[in-house]
């Protein structure tokens, strides 16, 4: 393949779905339905396109486009190398797999399709851009896609945590432009290859306090942008009254995304010896991720809701993230990344499963899904075999992620990441039994009874269901299609098989590891 | 055509089944644990000693032992003897070297393994071994008390013969474990001392275990001397658990209690098999563990041992509680050479041993006799008996001699090597201390065989009208003392004893001066036993009253009631921790799943018992019939600002 095509591949691959974002607007004048199509053809060729881009970064390295061939000083870069190349794959595969769901699980309508291609752009950008600034540019697209996507439920509660959202996302995305522009003024560049070289070149080096104080506002706009604990409030919110078809999506990509971005942030930019050198900066790192993983895992298992269940979830595996980021061992950098993409794989199945089940079976919450895999075996399975890999059971992705990280906390001999891993791993298991007994081992004898208990539960729980109705009446069994199902099973499949590729990771990763660490 | 399927199902299955058994049988046989390859010798002796080499010797005799359980008495006990005689063939003929070896576990042993020493303590063992079993015979042994004895001789034997550390710890439990069975057959009283003796050989099994191990994980091998033995390999702590756990079984001062406590108890032909077996093969163990010797430590243990030992023998009037207290004070000669580790040291103490095993169970098979006829333990109560029993008196006679060490018998010899070896006669350091601890254990043991002879043979007239041995024991016992005299003899005797030993060719040896030449018999090793007799003989008219009077018990038994104590003790902890826990775990998992499934309520409770203070907790009133409402944990989009705040000044603070 010649340069330039590879090359342009990186802007095609930001481009194309914002540019795509305007089809289903335009074609839905027309037609009514055009918007999942478009949706699926462009993200469908996107996939391709980045599955294309990963076997040159393989072969050849590093792609990087200069827009508008202005040079590094004072142009704009897209960076393809191994580690966004990987979630760059994880971002266009998750894409196009959750359209599976909202073909029929809605939500439906142009519009929504529109934000839909806009949010995938703007990940894509934000995943490849190699620009602190236009970091910046596309956290906020994608913030202001998300929040467009959550607040497109149906009820009060999703425009109030659509809102929530867009008021705690946006001072995060505010605070870590605060911390580019201390960079800026410390360094006088915003290309993060130059700003590494230019830090330790700053007056005090890596002591200048612009820089500390940039490190700073950056992790902290991050860590909201992550959803760490206690900065977290808005995630289980917009995770628990986004439509079912558009938590996977945000739940699997958008913290998943930023998180990517800190790490490139940390190590490309502010690079190893910062960390290493500034006092306190590991250990606050550490520590915020650690605290998260407890307080998330806490929080989990004292939720009834399983969708905000899942949501606090989230909140403790990137608290993992994030501490691992902390270890600053190649290793643990490597279970982090990998940990990234097998957690975004498990949360978007099990979330697609969470919007089947209350599809198809009414169930949202734990003690709804008693009995449930008598009656849909197909599902729960799916959703069981992914709650185990969430857990870290081997063989699985979930696994993979954790060893390698707790072995970049033991060689980093920080034996507190070590314990929170294990006591993470207690109370995923704690959650997920729960979920495990409920629906494999408790009889739902009360469905039959017009009179059961829980009806009333339903009805205060504040779920997205629409008022004082029971769950047998909410059930739409026949609305649950094939399609969903498959791509259940197919996430449940790749967080099972990926957990025999944790030296292919190894492999994959080990040249950007290696060079970031030297 | 249910019943069909299902038939044709079985069979497929029991194929299935069978087929597995078959590969499995298959894998079992390739990966057999133990797989031994006799190395075939090519010496010139011819087929017979070949022969000899074929059969494992240990295997020999525990098959004899199978063969007493169930063959006619008589028949039985010929082949128990005759498979312990085959022992002395193998011990005079088979060739030097490794005889068996083979992988046990994946570990390389050497199960046959003949070099002088294990030849000399085979001889000894399979000489003695031959005897008692015929003394056994006519002492009214039962068939299963002799097939465990069987069974305990050969685990000894296979202790003596082993080359590496792995077949002897095997061996050296076996040995326990037959030994304890000998014991327990007795019943009664023998049953409790069984269990004392049981702990006690467990607990140096287990420190021997240890040391072994540690040797292993140092050398990455089991083989003896390869490339060292325990005190130059891995030394330290794994030397001392090592010497520690032998000591249990070779009577250090403290660790042999169960030697008075048991011996005396069994079947007086069991004794005879037990004083002979365990503490002998253990004193070779001891030298396999420390063949460099020059342990001060271990020497000076040994002359305690020696003088603690017969302290305790002179104050005792159970007659093979007396005999038990000298099995300590002999092995205390036998520690003490094999701790002064010059080659007239180890070369005394094996002689010693291989003496020790002969006098000591000819005093056991006499003093046996004395029970059988009479009934009678308690030394007191006897006298007189030569005239009754005059042969179980020349008897006794010899091997009081021997174990005196009176010029003409055995032990006259190898003791005064290992007195040689203290004194430094041949050169060598010096251990005058030494030297006068063994000094006056000779003098006390001269002292306990006088008491011995006069209270049962001469004090007085005899109380009983009994017989004398019945024809078996007096072969046994006459073969017994015939070799301890004629291994004595001077000029003509000695050297065949001293030739038989090892580091000794004929009656010379390479000293540290150069080469030497034995000579026991000399003006010196004369007077120094006359002055021993005179002494003792002396000492013995004046101790006599006295001593009838004092009961002293032995200090160490104390050790019994403390072993039970810790014993018990350790054990509670262990179990009582273990449910602790265990109670700890199940509660703790048990509470997070009901927290997990009640969380509401688990808040409710938690912050009930906060103080009002901190969190006000409203009583609840659940409208839906007991079903616990939700909790309002929502942070609003302010608290969550402020939360951004205050994480933000705590990062900037730190960092800046």
């Given at each position: 393949?010649?340069d330039?095509l590879?090359?342009?591949i990186p802007?095609?691959?930001v481009a194309?779905?914002i540019?795509?974002?305007?089809?289903?607007?335009?074609?839905?004048l027309r037609?009514?339905?055009?918007?999942w199509?478009?949706?699926?053809?462009?993200?469908?060729?996107?996939?391709v396109?980045?599955?294309?881009?990963a076997?040159v970064?393989?072969?050849?390295?590093?792609v990087?486009?200069q827009?508008?061939?202005?040079?590094?000083?004072?142009?704009i870069?897209l960076?393809?190398d191994?580690?966004?190349?990987?979630i760059?794959?994880?971002?266009?595969?998750t894409?196009?797999?959750?359209l599976?769901?909202?073909r029929l699980g809605?939500?439906r309508?142009?519009?929504?399709?529109?934000?839909y291609?806009l949010l995938?752009?703007g990940l894509?950008?934000?995943?490849f851009?190699?620009?602190v600034?236009?970091?910046f540019?596309?956290l906020?697209?994608?913030?202001?896609?998300?929040?467009?996507l959550?607040a497109?439920g149906d009820?009060?509660?999703?425009?109030?945590?659509?809102?929530?959202y867009l008021i705690?996302g946006t001072?995060g995305?505010?605070?870590?432009?605060?911390?580019v522009g201390?960079?800026?003024?410390a360094?006088?560049t915003?290309?993060m290859?130059?700003?590494?070289?230019?830090?330790p070149?700053?007056?005090?080096?890596?002591?200048?306090t612009l820089?500390?104080?940039a490190?700073a506002f950056?992790?902290?706009?991050?860590?909201?942008?992550?959803?760490q604990w206690?900065?977290?409030?808005?995630?289980?919110d917009?995770y628990?009254?986004a439509?079912?078809?558009?938590t996977p999506?945000?739940?699997a990509?958008?913290?998943t995304v930023?998180?990517?971005?800190?790490?490139r942030?940390?190590?490309?930019v502010?690079?190893?010896d910062f960390l290493?050198?500034?006092?306190?900066?590991r250990e606050?790192v550490?520590?915020?991720?650690?605290?998260?993983v407890?307080?998330?895992?806490?929080?989990?298992?004292?939720?009834?809701?399983?969708?905000r269940?899942l949501?606090y979830s989230?909140?403790?595996?990137?608290?993992?993230?994030v501490?691992a980021?902390g270890?600053v061992?190649?290793?643990?950098?490597?279970g982090?990344v990998?940990?990234?993409?097998g957690?975004?794989i498990m949360k978007a199945g099990?979330f697609?499963?969470?919007?089947v089940?209350?599809l198809g079976?009414g169930?949202r919450t734990?003690?709804?899904?008693a009995?449930l895999?008598?009656r849909r075996?197909?599902v729960?399975g799916g959703?069981?075999?992914l709650l185990?890999?969430l857990?870290?059971?081997?063989?699985?992705?979930g696994?993979?992620g954790?060893?390698?990280i707790a072995?970049g906390a033991?060689?980093?001999e920080?034996w507190s990441?070590?314990a929170?891993?294990f006591l993470s791993?207690?109370?995923?298991l704690a959650?997920?039994a729960?979920?495990?007994?409920?629906?494999y081992f408790?009889?739902a004898?009360w469905?039959?009874d017009?009179h059961?208990?829980?009806?009333?539960?339903?009805?205060t729980?504040?779920?997205?269901?629409p008022?004082?109705?029971?769950q047998?009446?909410?059930?739409r069994?026949d609305?649950?299609?094939i399609?969903?199902l498959?791509?259940?099973?197919?996430?449940?499949?790749l967080?099972?098989?990926?957990?025999?590729?944790?030296d292919?990771f190894?492999?994959?990763?080990?040249?950007f590891v290696?060079e970031?660490?030297? | 055509?249910?019943?069909?399927?299902?038939t044709?199902?079985?069979?497929s299955?029991?194929t299935?089944v069978?087929s597995t058994l078959?590969?499995?049988?298959?894998?079992?046989?390739?990966?057999?644990?133990?797989?031994?390859?006799?190395?075939?010798?090519?010496?010139p002796s011819?087929t017979?000693?070949d022969?000899l080499?074929m059969?494992?010797?240990p295997?020999?005799?525990f098959?004899?032992?199978?063969l007493v359980?169930?063959?006619?008495?008589?028949?039985?006990?010929a082949?128990?003897?005759l498979?312990l005689?085959?022992?002395?063939?193998?011990a005079?003929f088979?060739?030097?070297?490794v005889?068996l070896?083979g992988t046990?576990?994946a570990?390389?042993?050497?199960?046959?393994f003949l070099?002088?020493?294990?030849?000399?303590?085979?001889?000894?063992?399979?000489?003695?071994?031959?005897?008692?079993?015929?003394y056994?015979y006519?002492?009214?042994?039962?068939r299963?008390?002799t097939a465990f004895a069987?069974a305990?001789v050969?685990?000894?034997?296979?202790?003596a013969?082993?080359?590496d550390w792995?077949?002897?710890?095997f061996?050296?439990e076996l040995?326990?474990?037959t030994?304890?069975?000998l014991v327990w057959?007795y019943?009664?009283?023998?049953?409790?001392?069984g269990?004392?003796?049981?702990?006690?050989h467990?607990?140096?099994?287990?420190?021997?275990?240890?040391?072994?191990?540690?040797?292993y994980?140092?050398?990455?091998?089991?083989?003896?001397?390869e490339?060292?033995?325990i005190?130059?390999g891995?030394?330290?702590?794994?030397?001392?658990?090592a010497?520690?756990?032998i000591?249990v079984?070779?009577?250090?001062?403290g660790?042999?209690?169960?030697i008075p406590?048991?011996?005396?108890?069994p079947?007086f032909?069991?004794s005879?098999?037990?004083a002979a077996?365990?503490?002998?093969t253990s004193?070779?163990i001891?030298?396999?563990a420390?063949?460099e010797g020059?342990n001060t430590y271990?020497?000076?243990?040994?002359?305690?041992m020696?003088v603690y030992?017969v302290?305790?023998?002179?104050?005792?009037?159970d007659m093979r509680?007396?005999?038990?207290y000298?099995i300590?004070?002999?092995?205390?000669?036998?520690?003490?050479?094999?701790?002064?580790?010059?080659?007239i040291?180890?070369?005394?103490?094996m002689g010693?041993?291989?003496?020790?095993?002969?006098y000591?169970?000819l005093?056991?098979?006499?003093?046996?006799?004395i029970?059988y006829?009479?009934?009678?333990?308690?030394?007191?109560k006897?006298?007189?008996?030569w005239?009754?029993?005059?042969?179980?008196?020349?008897?006794f006679?010899?091997?009081a001699?021997?174990?005196?060490?009176?010029?003409?018998f055995?032990?006259?010899?190898s003791k005064g090597?290992v007195?040689?070896a203290?004194?430094g006669?041949?050169g060598?350091?010096e251990?005058?201390?030494?030297?006068?601890?063994?000094?006056i254990?000779?003098?006390?043991?001269?002292?306990?065989?006088?008491?011995?002879?006069y209270y049962?043979?001469l004090?007085?007239p005899a109380?009983y009208e009994v017989k004398?041995?019945?024809s078996?024991?007096t072969?046994?016992?006459?073969?017994v003392?015939g070799?301890c005299?004629?291994?004595?003899?001077?000029?003509i005797?000695?050297p065949?004893?001293?030739?038989?030993l090892p580091?000794?060719?004929?009656?010379?040896?390479?000293?540290?001066e150069?080469?030497?030449?034995?000579?026991p018999y000399?003006?010196?090793h004369l007077m120094?036993?006359?002055?021993?007799?005179?002494?003792s003989v002396?000492?013995f008219k004046?101790?006599?009253?006295?001593?009838?009077k004092?009961?002293l018990p032995?200090?160490?038994?104390?050790?019994n009631p403390?072993?039970?104590?810790v014993g018990r003790g350790?054990?509670?902890a262990?179990?009582?921790t273990?449910?602790?826990v265990d109670?700890?775990a199940?509660?703790?998992?048990?509470?997070c799943?009901?927290?997990?499934?009640?969380?509401?309520i688990?808040?409710d409770?938690?912050a009930?018992r906060?103080?009002?203070?901190?969190v006000r907790v409203e009583?609840?009133?659940?409208a839906?019939?007991?079903?616990p409402?939700r909790i309002?944990?929502?942070a609003?989009?302010?608290l969550?600002i402020?939360l951004v705040?205050?994480l933000l000044?705590?990062?900037?603070?730190?960092?800046?």
């Amino acid at each position: 393949m010649s340069d330039a095509l590879s090359e342009a591949i990186p802007v095609l691959l930001v481009a194309a779905p914002i540019l795509a974002a305007t089809l289903p607007l335009v074609f839905g004048l027309r037609f009514d339905r055009a918007g999942w199509l478009f949706t699926t053809l462009t993200t469908s060729s996107l996939f391709v396109a980045t599955v294309v881009l990963a076997t040159v970064v393989y072969s050849e390295g590093t792609v990087i486009h200069q827009l508008g061939g202005y040079p590094r000083a004072y142009g704009i870069e897209l960076v393809a190398d191994r580690l966004s190349t990987t979630i760059a794959l994880l971002v266009t595969g998750t894409s196009a797999g959750v359209l599976a769901y909202t073909r029929l699980g809605g939500p439906r309508g142009n519009t929504f399709y529109s934000g839909y291609l806009l949010l995938v752009g703007g990940l894509l950008g934000l995943t490849f851009t190699g620009d602190v600034f236009n970091m910046f540019v596309f956290l906020e697209i994608t913030g202001l896609a998300t929040y467009a996507l959550i607040a497109s439920g149906d009820g009060p509660e999703s425009a109030v945590a659509g809102l929530k959202y867009l008021i705690v996302g946006t001072v995060g995305a505010s605070l870590y432009l605060l911390g580019v522009g201390l960079l800026f003024m410390a360094t006088g560049t915003l290309n993060m290859i130059e700003l590494a070289e230019a830090i330790p070149q700053a007056q005090g080096g890596y002591e200048n306090t612009l820089v500390r104080a940039a490190f700073a506002f950056v992790f902290v706009g991050f860590a909201i942008k992550v959803a760490q604990w206690p900065v977290h409030a808005w995630q289980p919110d917009a995770y628990q009254h986004a439509p079912d078809g558009v938590t996977p999506l945000v739940a699997a990509l958008v913290s998943t995304v930023s998180a990517y971005a800190l790490a490139r942030v940390m190590y490309t930019v502010f690079t190893v010896d910062f960390l290493t050198q500034t006092p306190y900066a590991r250990e606050i790192v550490i520590t915020v991720g650690a605290v998260s993983v407890v307080a998330g895992s806490t929080l989990a298992v004292i939720q009834r809701d399983v969708k905000r269940m899942l949501a606090y979830s989230s909140v403790s595996q990137f608290g993992l993230v994030v501490a691992a980021y902390g270890l600053v061992t190649e290793t643990a950098l490597v279970g982090a990344v990998i940990h990234l993409v097998g957690h975004g794989i498990m949360k978007a199945g099990l979330f697609i499963a969470a919007g089947v089940i209350a599809l198809g079976y009414g169930a949202r919450t734990v003690d709804e899904y008693a009995g449930l895999a008598a009656r849909r075996p197909v599902v729960a399975g799916g959703m069981a075999v992914l709650l185990i890999a969430l857990i870290g059971i081997p063989p699985s992705v979930g696994f993979v992620g954790k060893w390698y990280i707790a072995l970049g906390a033991v060689q980093a001999e920080v034996w507190s990441v070590a314990a929170v891993i294990f006591l993470s791993t207690m109370l995923t298991l704690a959650y997920s039994a729960r979920l495990l007994e409920k629906m494999y081992f408790t009889p739902a004898n009360w469905l039959e009874d017009p009179h059961a208990p829980d009806a009333d539960v339903v009805a205060t729980d504040g779920g997205s269901g629409p008022g004082l109705t029971r769950q047998s009446d909410r059930a739409r069994p026949d609305a649950v299609s094939i399609g969903m199902l498959s791509i259940v099973v197919v996430a449940a499949v790749l967080a099972v098989a990926l957990g025999f590729s944790g030296d292919l990771f190894y492999d994959w990763l080990e040249p950007f590891v290696s060079e970031v660490f030297n | 055509m249910t019943m069909a399927m299902s038939t044709s199902t079985s069979t497929s299955t029991s194929t299935i089944v069978t087929s597995t058994l078959t590969t499995l049988a298959e894998t079992t046989t390739a990966m057999a644990p133990l797989t031994l390859t006799s190395t075939p010798l090519t010496t010139p002796s011819g087929t017979e000693i070949d022969a000899l080499t074929m059969l494992y010797p240990p295997l020999v005799v525990f098959a004899a032992a199978l063969l007493v359980l169930v063959l006619p008495r008589i028949v039985g006990f010929a082949v128990g003897a005759l498979s312990l005689a085959s022992v002395v063939a193998v011990a005079l003929f088979a060739p030097d070297g490794v005889l068996l070896s083979g992988t046990f576990l994946a570990f390389e042993v050497q199960p046959f393994f003949l070099d002088d020493f294990s030849r000399l303590v085979a001889l000894g063992l399979g000489f003695l071994g031959t005897f008692a079993v015929i003394y056994a015979y006519s002492s009214d042994a039962s068939r299963v008390m002799t097939a465990f004895a069987l069974a305990y001789v050969s685990s000894a034997i296979g202790a003596a013969f082993a080359g590496d550390w792995l077949t002897l710890v095997f061996m050296w439990e076996l040995m326990a474990i037959t030994s304890t069975l000998l014991v327990w057959h007795y019943g009664g009283d023998a049953v409790r001392a069984g269990y004392r003796y049981a702990i006690a050989h467990g607990i140096g099994g287990s420190l021997v275990l240890f040391a072994v191990t540690a040797h292993y994980a140092v050398e990455g091998t089991f083989l003896y001397g390869e490339p060292a033995s325990i005190s130059t390999g891995a030394g330290g702590i794994p030397l001392l658990l090592a010497v520690l756990g032998i000591g249990v079984n070779v009577a250090f001062v403290g660790f042999h209690t169960w030697i008075p406590d048991t011996y005396p108890r069994p079947h007086f032909a069991a004794s005879v098999f037990l004083a002979a077996f365990t503490t002998k093969t253990s004193a070779l163990i001891l030298y396999r563990a420390v063949p460099e010797g020059g342990n001060t430590y271990l020497a000076y243990m040994g002359g305690l041992m020696a003088v603690y030992g017969v302290c305790f023998a002179l104050l005792q009037h159970d007659m093979r509680a007396l005999l038990s207290y000298h099995i300590q004070a002999q092995l205390g000669y036998m520690v003490a050479g094999i701790g002064i580790g010059t080659t007239i040291g180890v070369a005394g103490a094996m002689g010693h041993l291989f003496n020790n095993i002969l006098y000591k169970s000819l005093l056991f098979m006499a003093v046996g006799i004395i029970i059988y006829r009479t009934g009678e333990n308690d030394l007191y109560k006897l006298g007189g008996l030569w005239r009754e029993m005059p042969i179980t008196a020349i008897a006794f006679a010899i091997g009081a001699l021997s174990i005196t060490a009176v010029p003409g018998f055995s032990g006259f010899v190898s003791k005064g090597m290992v007195l040689d070896a203290a004194s430094g006669y041949f050169g060598g350091p010096e251990h005058r201390a030494l030297y006068w601890l063994l000094f006056i254990g000779a003098i006390g043991t001269f002292l306990s065989f006088i008491k011995l002879g006069y209270y049962a043979f001469l004090h007085g007239p005899a109380d009983y009208e009994v017989k004398d041995a019945k024809s078996g024991q007096t072969v046994a016992m006459l073969s017994v003392g015939g070799a301890c005299l004629v291994l004595g003899l001077p000029a003509i005797g000695w050297p065949v004893f001293t030739d038989l030993l090892p580091l000794i060719d004929g009656s010379g040896f390479a000293g540290p001066e150069g080469p030497e030449t034995l000579d026991p018999y000399s003006t010196g090793h004369l007077m120094d036993a006359a002055i021993l007799l005179a002494v003792s003989v002396v000492g013995f008219k004046i101790i006599r009253k006295p001593l009838s009077k004092l009961d002293l018990p032995d200090p160490a038994f104390a050790l019994n009631p403390a072993t039970f104590y810790v014993g018990r003790g350790s054990m509670l902890a262990v179990t009582e921790t273990y449910r602790a826990v265990d109670a700890a775990a199940v509660g703790f998992v048990r509470r997070c799943y009901w927290v997990g499934n009640n969380p509401t309520i688990a808040v409710d409770r938690a912050a009930r018992r906060l103080p009002d203070r901190f969190v006000r907790v409203e009583e609840r009133h659940p409208a839906n019939g007991g079903h616990p409402s939700r909790i309002h944990l929502r942070a609003s989009i302010g608290l969550t600002i402020l939360l951004v705040t205050v994480l933000l000044t705590i990062v900037v603070w730190l960092l800046v």
